[in-house]
């Protein structure tokens, strides 16, 4: 087409001239001039309008005049020689005779040609021709141009034949790799030569219409034959022109095969439609039906001859939203295809139904509805013909009424779960049991779903009372909530609980909520439920909730308003076990309290007495010669630190069990916690004649972050009972790093050569006072915490211990401990085997010798405050024979007046050692004061109370360390140390 468009455009060029003047008789005079010359004339008066007039109709020549006023001519032309639009329009400037400066000026600045005023006929129609001349031949020449590249170009078939012998004299490329013929064989050929006899006859009958007929084309089909001899079907396009003086035929062809076969499946798809289960109707541009398939009528119960001939209207509802049809015809008329769901008319009984078959409709409502109304998934598109018009529409119709029907079930059982849901987190509030339920009557109200719910009521049985209570309501009543629904007077019958709400009873009309005659008469009446409330098939009370007239009384429907009933029964009883758990819980709280006192109390109550015992043991055994005495007096003292090791894993695992126990997490040295715990352990395993032995499986972590307090009294608890359990062998401990598994961990494995542990005893292995067997508390001795206790500590460590044991052969008790940050860690090879080194912290000053006056240079003052008489004694002994100083007091009052008297007399005390439970006043309070007068000595406690919040106790009311009962006195002796080391340095 665009080949004969330019070739059209080359025969009805008619030139056009835009004339530019501010003086109208100018104009006037150029028109009269060429009148009869057949161009296209435009004229302005504005110089600056002429700009976009000259942009817009893009005219072949500008005759500008140089007399302007309003603009600068120059100007004028430099702007039109800018535009890419104006490349090939001509500029002819007009002057006056006289005025040949501006005409230089003109023709300097790209002007073509000039014409002078007053204008002479003959020069003007010279000077336009000249130029309309020049113009012909560049657009011939373009158009020249454009043909052959078309020609040549062009993947269709384009002949041009004579129209008298009909021989052609041009094929263009298309031609030949269509037809498989070279252009000189074509070029001695007719086009009747490749293509059929009927197709030729009906050609040479079009070219002789269009030589001798008025029309100028023609369109017609035929086929053509290959070289190789095989077919093809066309479409060819005809038009007559001229070439060189003679008559002569273009001839487009276009194969069409594609187009034949796209045809053939147009029939067959025609024949799907027919036999389609989808119900299919087309109409013209109108809307009128002319076809409908079997599945139409099958639909809808209209016959082809009962909707052919009308517009779909007789299938429309009511029942669609408002604007879906003008929806619909705004994408049709925009050449668009709309795709919705409806809800069409079937030809049945018409009934007044203008609501969808969802809540509040009973199954006899449904089917009705169903008998009138489909809904249908419909797709309706415009077929456009050849030329792009609309001819007519096509609408595919699903019936999908099962389908959504199903999912409004689905749906509605959604919204039940959330309705139950929301019930039930309405439930779970913090907050009383009317406010639940008050809350409970709110969400199920105004749920949108159920908008024909529109009050409601709740009412629970008060067995203390013996009445029925109205606990929650919500809506507007006109008279309040009615104590009356048929049969169940919640003000009478109902208070003494003859008549209770058992099953679900459902009224289709009441007036319960109107007074009078009158009310019940303006009014329109309603429908309700009443669903029992009960618990474990007890009734509990009963939910009044108000309706449209006709509930709905579907199964599901009836099942869910019951389950409400229910759940609201089993949060009723909840609140009521929720208030008994409360009292239970208090009472739990304050029997723990009690325990812990308690404990306390026994710690104390047994420390104080053991400090004595052993104390006075160590005395004995260092001043009594070896003997039987001796060997007494060690069995005393054995038996002394068994009760306080007792004591100490009953006050651990109390302070596990109530989550009291803390970990702290610090930068420590795993090779000197193993270091500390050999030295530790090392000379009960020498005692009993067995190898000790610390190693390591490669580079382990030179720090790691863990409780370095909590390994190391695991460590020695596991390390203590391997020692325990063996008579002869060896305990190994084998320490490596692991990388495997989700994060890397230090091991270490406890390996003994012991008595060993059956399967059966290791599954109660870990249970709290449990031993392998009764045989072996007999024989070793332990209360069976140890275990539990460091299963428990491992576990707040983030780690783990098991075991693996063979009875009569040894055991293996494996700790697996977090690391850390692995990045962080540097790995360090350590010598296995190596004997443990002496703790550094443990060291005392390499000059002490127990006499602390010859260390320090004089004799320290301390004071001490103990209320047990026994401990007084031991304590003035040990201070004694350290060469101290002493003063004793029996209560804490007495130890601040003695602190503050000493202060004011100038004979301070380096140390107080202070008691924590005394009589009058304690050591807590004792302390208080003192550091509320400004007291800054050092405090050291003394306290019986093993337990950590006892002990960090102490440090805050302002002590500045503490020793525990009993007394340990290289302990006691360390700290008079440092702490009369610190008083002195801060003195000098």
């Known amino acids: 087409m665009q080949f004969l468009n330019l070739l059209e455009q080359q025969r009805n060029w008619a030139p056009c001239i835009l004339y530019v003047d501010e003086n109208i008789n100018h104009f006037r005079e150029f028109e009269a001039i060429n009148a009869d010359q057949g161009y296209e004339i435009h004229f302005s008066l504005n110089a600056k309008a002429s700009l976009m007039l000259g942009l817009k109709i893009q005219p072949d020549v500008i005759i500008l005049s140089l007399d302007l006023q309003e603009a600068d001519p120059i100007e004028m032309i430099r702007f039109y020689k800018s535009q890419d639009a104006l490349s090939n329009t001509a500029i002819l400037a007009t002057s006056q005779f006289q005025e040949s400066e501006k005409i230089e000026r003109a023709l300097e600045h790209g002007v073509d040609d000039f014409l002078i005023r007053p204008y002479r006929d003959s020069l003007v129609n010279k000077r336009i021709r000249n130029t309309l001349q020049i113009i012909a031949i560049q657009k011939s020449d373009r158009i020249q141009m454009a043909l052959s590249n078309i020609l040549e170009e062009s993947l269709n078939e384009i002949y041009i034949f004579s129209a008298e012998s009909y021989r052609i004299f041009y094929a263009s490329r298309g031609a030949t790799n269509n037809l498989g013929y070279p252009v000189p064989e074509l070029q001695m050929m007719s086009p009747f030569q490749f293509m059929e006899e009927d197709s030729a006859s009906e050609i040479k009958a079009a070219v002789h219409s269009l030589l001798t007929g008025s029309d100028s084309q023609a369109f017609l089909n035929a086929e053509f034959t290959r070289k190789d001899g095989t077919n093809y079907p066309v479409e060819i396009y005809l038009q007559k022109t001229i070439v060189f003086s003679k008559p002569a035929i273009v001839a487009l062809a276009t194969d069409i095969t594609k187009l034949v076969q796209q045809r053939a499946e147009v029939e067959r798809l025609a024949r799907a439609v027919e036999s389609s289960a989808e119900a299919v109707f087309?109409?013209?541009?109108?809307?009128?039906?002319?076809?409908?398939?079997?599945?139409?009528?099958?639909?809808?119960?209209?016959?082809?001859?009962?909707?052919?001939?009308?517009?779909?209207?007789?299938?429309?509802?009511?029942?669609?939203?408002?604007?879906?049809?003008?929806?619909?015809?705004?994408?049709?008329?925009?050449?668009?295809?709309?795709?919705?769901?409806?809800?069409?008319?079937?030809?049945?009984?018409?009934?007044?139904?203008?609501?969808?078959?969802?809540?509040?409709?009973?199954?006899?409502?449904?089917?009705?509805?169903?008998?009138?109304?489909?809904?249908?998934?419909?797709?309706?598109?415009?077929?456009?013909?050849?030329?792009?018009?609309?001819?007519?529409?096509?609408?595919?119709?699903?019936?999908?009424?099962?389908?959504?029907?199903?999912?409004?079930?689905?749906?509605?059982?959604?919204?039940?779960?959330?309705?139950?849901?929301?019930?039930?987190?309405?439930?779970?509030?913090?907050?009383?049991?009317?406010?639940?339920?008050?809350?409970?009557?709110?969400?199920l109200l105004e749920v949108p779903e159920y908008k024909s719910l529109n009050r409601g009521c709740l009412y629970l049985n008060n067995d203390k009372t013996q009445k029925s209570e109205l606990i929650a309501q919500y809506g507007e009543f006109l008279t309040g909530p009615p104590t009356h629904y048929h049969g169940f007077n919640f003000a009478e019958e109902y208070a003494p609980y003859p008549v209770t709400v058992r099953l679900m009873q459902i009224v289709n009309q009441c007036h319960c909520d109107c007074a009078t005659r009158q009310e019940r008469q303006e009014n329109a009446s309603h429908g309700h439920y009443l669903i029992p409330i009960t618990h474990r098939k007890e009734p509990l009370g009963a939910l009044v909730l108000f309706s449209e007239i006709f509930p709905d009384d579907d199964p599901d429907q009836m099942l869910f308003l019951n389950s409400l009933g229910e759940l609201i029964g089993v949060a009723i009883a909840n609140d009521h076990l929720t208030q008994e758990l409360k009292s239970a819980r208090q009472e739990a709280v304050e029997a723990n309290i009690s325990k812990d006192l308690f404990l306390a109390n026994i710690s104390h109550?047994?420390?104080?007495?053991?400090?004595?015992?052993?104390?006075?043991?160590?005395?004995?055994?260092?001043?009594?010669?070896?003997?039987?005495?001796?060997?007494?007096?060690?069995?005393?003292?054995?038996?002394?630190?068994?009760?306080?090791?007792?004591?100490?894993?009953?006050?651990?695992?109390?302070?596990?069990?109530?989550?009291?126990?803390?970990?702290?997490?610090?930068?420590?040295?795993?090779?000197?916690?193993?270091?500390?715990?050999?030295?530790?352990?090392?000379?009960?395993?020498?005692?009993?004649?067995?190898?000790?032995?610390?190693?390591?499986?490669?580079?382990?972590?030179?720090?790691?972050?863990?409780?370095?307090?909590?390994?190391?009294?695991?460590?020695?608890?596991?390390?203590?009972?391997?020692?325990?359990?063996?008579?002869?062998?060896?305990?190994?401990?084998?320490?490596?790093?692991?990388?495997?598994?989700?994060?890397?961990?230090?091991?270490?494995?406890?390996?003994?050569?012991?008595?060993?542990?059956?399967?059966?005893?290791?599954?109660?292995?870990?249970?709290?006072?449990?031993?392998?067997?009764?045989?072996?508390?007999?024989?070793?001795?332990?209360?069976?915490?140890?275990?539990?206790?460091?299963?428990?500590?491992?576990?707040?460590?983030?780690?783990?211990?098991?075991?693996?044991?063979?009875?009569?052969?040894?055991?293996?008790?494996?700790?697996?401990?977090?690391?850390g940050n692995p990045e962080k860690l540097n790995l360090l090879q350590y010598d296995s085997g190596r004997q443990g080194q002496k703790e550094d912290a443990d060291d005392l000053p390499a000059?002490?010798?127990?006499?602390?006056?010859?260390?320090?240079?004089?004799?320290?003052?301390?004071?001490?405050?103990?209320?047990?008489?026994?401990?007084?004694?031991?304590?003035?002994?040990?201070?004694?024979?350290?060469?101290?100083?002493?003063?004793?007091?029996?209560?804490?009052?007495?130890?601040?007046?003695?602190?503050?008297?000493?202060?004011?007399?100038?004979?301070?005390?380096?140390?107080?050692?202070?008691?924590?439970?005394?009589?009058?006043?304690?050591?807590?309070?004792?302390?208080?004061?003192?550091?509320?007068?400004?007291?800054?000595?050092?405090?050291?406690?003394?306290?019986?109370?093993?337990?950590?919040?006892?002990?960090?106790?102490?440090?805050?009311?302002?002590?500045?360390?503490?020793?525990?009962?009993?007394?340990?006195?290289?302990?006691?002796?360390?700290?008079?140390?440092?702490?009369?080391?610190?008083?002195?340095?801060?003195?000098?």
């Open 847 to 988: 000059d002490l010798t127990g006499n602390l006056k010859d260390h320090f240079g004089f004799s320290p003052r301390i004071l001490v405050a103990e209320d047990s008489v026994d401990n007084q004694n031991l304590i003035s002994f040990i201070l004694q024979k350290w060469q101290c100083e002493l003063k004793m007091v029996e209560n804490g009052k007495l130890a601040v007046e003695a602190a503050l008297a000493a202060e004011e007399q100038g004979t301070p005390f380096d140390i107080i050692l202070m008691d924590i439970q005394m009589p009058v006043m304690d050591g807590y309070t004792a302390t208080r004061e003192l550091r509320g007068a400004g007291y800054t000595r050092p405090i050291i406690a003394i306290t019986a109370h093993a337990m950590t919040s006892e002990l960090q106790g102490c440090l805050a009311v302002g002590c500045d360390s503490y020793t525990s009962k009993p007394i340990n006195r290289k302990q006691l002796l360390g700290l008079i140390c440092q702490y009369t080391n610190r008083k002195h340095a801060h003195t000098v």
């Open 605 to 819: 109550e047994i420390r104080t007495p053991m400090t004595a015992i052993l104390g006075y043991s160590e005395i004995l055994m260092e001043q009594l010669e070896p003997g039987s005495q001796v060997k007494m007096i060690d069995t005393i003292k054995q038996n002394g630190d068994y009760l306080l090791c007792l004591i100490n894993d009953l006050l651990d695992l109390s302070k596990i069990n109530s989550q009291k126990m803390t970990v702290e997490l610090m930068c420590c040295s795993p090779a000197e916690i193993l270091n500390n715990v050999e030295i530790l352990l090392k000379v009960r395993a020498e005692k009993k004649q067995i190898e000790y032995l610390t190693e390591y499986d490669g580079a382990i972590p030179e720090y790691i972050q863990t409780d370095p307090t909590k390994l190391k009294q695991i460590l020695v608890n596991l390390i203590g009972n391997a020692i325990k359990f063996t008579d002869e062998g060896s305990v190994r401990v084998i320490s490596r790093y692991l990388t495997e598994g989700p994060s890397p961990c230090l091991e270490i494995k406890i390996v003994d050569t012991g008595v060993g542990i059956t399967d059966d005893q290791l599954k109660k292995l870990f249970q709290p006072f449990t031993q392998a067997d009764a045989s072996m508390t007999r024989r070793f001795g332990g209360t069976g915490l140890g275990l539990t206790i460091c299963k428990k500590l491992i576990e707040m460590l983030g780690g783990s211990i098991s075991v693996n044991s063979i009875s009569s052969v040894g055991s293996t008790f494996v700790l697996k401990v977090p690391v």
């Open 282 to 443: 087309i109409t013209d541009t109108r809307g009128v039906i002319n076809y409908v398939n079997a599945a139409f009528s099958e639909l809808y119960g209209w016959s082809a001859e009962e909707a052919i001939g009308r517009t779909p209207r007789f299938i429309k509802s009511k029942l669609n939203p408002q604007g879906v049809y003008s929806e619909m015809w705004g994408q049709l008329l925009s050449g668009n295809t709309w795709q919705g769901s409806l809800i069409n008319r079937r030809k049945a009984a018409q009934r007044l139904s203008n609501s969808l078959p969802l809540l509040g409709q009973d199954t006899r409502q449904q089917q009705n509805w169903l008998d009138d109304y489909r809904w249908v998934d419909m797709t309706v598109s415009p077929i456009f013909d050849q030329r792009g018009d609309c001819i007519s529409y096509v609408a595919l119709q699903r019936d999908i009424t099962e389908k959504v029907l199903d999912e409004k079930k689905q749906a509605q059982k959604h919204i039940q779960a959330v309705i139950r849901a929301g019930v039930a987190k309405s439930l779970q509030q913090q907050s009383t049991l009317k406010v639940k339920l008050h809350e409970v009557l709110k969400r």
